[in-house]
C-alpha cells in the first residue's frame, strides 16, 4: 500500500488549470488595484494581456512520455516499479504471447479464406494486458475492436474467440457479427460495433449512470489516434468533464489511422495535449512499456472512482501488422520502419528481458510456453472450425421482446424464398 501511495505522489498526470480566485466570485473592478485587475467572464480563467501577442504551438513544450522500463528491460527509478510479483508478471506474458499466437493463426485463416476478416493486434499487446491487469474484474470496458488481450486477459476462452471469428454455432453473437467484434457480459466487456467512435459517447452515458448509482466501478474506453477525429470523441471528452464522471479514455496512439500517417491527422501535440482544453486529466505513458501501462490506469482508475475524474491516457506505441486483412501497409510505410519497431522495440521482447533479468523465465520455458500455447490455439481452431452455422432463423431473433410484423413477414419471406431456391444456397453447413 505504501509502494503505492508513493507512486501516486510520482506519477505526473496533468491537470487542468484550476480557476483564479476572481473567476469564482462577483466583484468590481474597485476590489482590485489599479492595472491589476481580472476578468470576470464566466467561460475561462485567465488574466487580462495589453500586448497582441498570439499562442504558437511550438512554444509549448511537448507532453513527456511516462515509462518505468527501458528497451532492454531494466527499471529506470526504483520508486516508479510497481512491484508485481511473479506470477502475475508471468501471466501478463503469458496472455502477450498467447494472443500473438492466436492472431497469427487467424491471419492465416483468412488468408486461406476460412474466415471473412481479421486484425491483429502485433505491437500493440502492451497497451491491452498492461492496462487489463490494473482494472478491477467489474469495471465495464468498451473497446473500438483491437482490444483482444484485455479480453483474453479476463478469461475469455480461446474457443469462444474462434467461434465469433467463425461465427458458427457457438458464438454468443450467433454468426451476426463481423470477426473480431467480441463481447461479453459476465466479463464486463460490451460488444464491439463496427462505426468509429461511437463507443466514445456511450461509454460516457454508462460512466454516468455508475455514478448515479454511486457504484465502485469505473469505465474504461478504448480507441485509436484516429478515432480522436471524429466528433464522437468531442462529445464524450467534454460531456465526462462537465458530468464529472468515473471514466479512463484509454487511447492507443499506433502511428496510423488505416493508411493515414499521424502527421497528416493532427498538427498538435498528440491527444494527450487535447485533455486539459477539455477540462480532463491526463498523461501520456509508453505503450509498449507493459509497467507504464500498468502504473497509469492503475492511478487513473482510482482518482476516477475515488475522485469522479475523468482522466485521458494517451498510450505511444505502433502497430506492426496490417490495419486488418483488408489492407496492405506496404502501400504506405516501409519494411525498414516496421521491422524497427517489431526487433527493436517490442512490448513482448521487453518484458521477456525483462524476466530474463530477474532469472523468472529462460530459453528452455520459453520453447515450452510457444509449443503448448500453439497446441492451445490450434486444438480450439480446429474444434470451432467443424461446427455448423447458426439457424437462419436467428437472423430476426433478440432485437425485440416480441418480434413485431414487419420482422415476421420477413422471417417468412425468408421460409418461402429458402423452400424454392435452397438449392443454391450451402444449407448443410447451417443448423436446422
Known amino acids: 500500500m505504501a509502494a503505492m501511495a508513493a507512486l501516486r505522489v510520482r506519477l505526473r498526470f496533468r491537470f487542468p488549470p484550476s480557476p483564479g480566485p476572481g473567476s469564482v466570485r462577483s466583484c468590481s473592478t474597485g476590489d482590485f488595484p489599479s492595472g491589476g485587475e481580472r476578468p470576470q467572464f464566466p467561460g475561462a480563467s485567465a488574466e487580462f494581456a495589453e500586448r497582441l501577442e498570439f499562442i504558437q504551438p511550438s512554444s509549448i513544450p511537448g507532453i513527456p512520455v511516462y515509462r518505468v522500463m527501458d528497451r532492454q528491460g531494466h527499471i529506470l527509478s526504483p520508486s516508479q516499479d510497481p512491484q508485481l510479483p511473479k506470477e502475475l508478471v508471468l501471466k501478463l506474458y503469458r496472455t502477450m504471447t498467447l494472443l500473438n499466437t492466436m492472431d497469427r493463426v487467424l491471419y492465416e485463416s483468412q488468408r486461406q479464406g476460412r474466415i471473412s476478416f481479421y486484425m491483429t493486434n502485433y505491437g500493440e499487446e502492451g497497451t491491452h494486458v498492461g492496462s487489463a491487469a490494473a482494472l478491477e474484474d467489474t469495471d465495464l470496458v468498451f473497446g473500438q475492436y483491437r482490444e483482444a488481450g484485455v479480453l483474453m486477459y479476463r478469461g475469455y476462452p480461446l474457443d469462444l474467440f474462434m467461434a465469433q471469428c467463425y ?35 456511450q461509454a460516457v452515458g454508462a460512466a454516468y449512470a455508475i455514478k448515479r448509482a454511486d457504484a465502485d466501478r469505473a469505465v474504461v474506453c478504448y480507441f485509436g489516434e484516429g478515432a480522436a477525429s471524429e466528433g464522437d470523441a468531442h462529445a464524450g471528452f467534454n460531456f465526462a468533464a462537465t458530468l464529472e464522471c468515473p471514466i479512463v479514455f484509454f487511447c492507443r496512439n499506433n502511428g496510423y489511422a488505416i493508411s493515414t500517417p499521424t502527421s497528416e491527422q493532427y498538427r498538435g501535440d498528440g491527444i494527450a495535449a487535447r485533455g486539459p482544453g477539455y477540462g480532463l486529466v491526463s498523461i501520456r505513458v509508453d505503450g509498449n512499456d507493459v509497467f507504464a501501462v500498468y502504473n497509469a490506469t492503475k492511478e487513473a482508475r482510482r482518482r476516477a472512482v475515488a475522485e469522479n475524474q475523468p482522466v485521458l491516457i494517451e498510450a505511444m506505441t505502433y502497430r506492426i501488422g496490417h490495419h486488418s486483412t483488408s489492407d496492405d501497409s506496404s502501400a504506405y510505410r516501409s519494411v525498414d520502419e516496421v521491422n524497427y519497431w517489431d526487433k527493436q522495440d517490442h512490448p513482448i521482447s521487453r518484458l521477456r528481458l525483462f524476466m530474463l533479468h530477474r532469472g523468472w523465465w529462460d530459453e528452455e520455458q520459453e520453447k515450452g510456453w510457444r509449443k503448448s500455447s500453439r497446441k492451445m490455439v490450434m486444438e480450439a481452431f480446429e474444434q470451432e472450425e467443424k461446427k455448423l452455422k447458426p439457424n437462419p432463423q436467428l437472423l430476426f431473433s433478440d432485437v425485440y421482446l416480441e418480434m413485431p410484423p414487419n420482422l415476421r413477414r420477413q422471417r417468412m419471406a425468408l421460409e418461402r424464398h429458402l423452400q424454392h431456391y435452397g438449392e443454391h444456397y450451402p444449407l448443410q453447413h447451417f443448423q436446422h
Do not use: E
Open 167 to 201: 461465427g458458427n454455432s457457438s458464438d454468443p453473437a450467433k454468426g451476426r457479427q463481423m470477426p473480431v467484434h467480441y463481447g461479453c457480459r459476465d466479463r464486463h466487456f460490451v460488444t464491439i460495433s463496427s462505426p468509429l467512435a461511437t463507443q466514445i459517447p
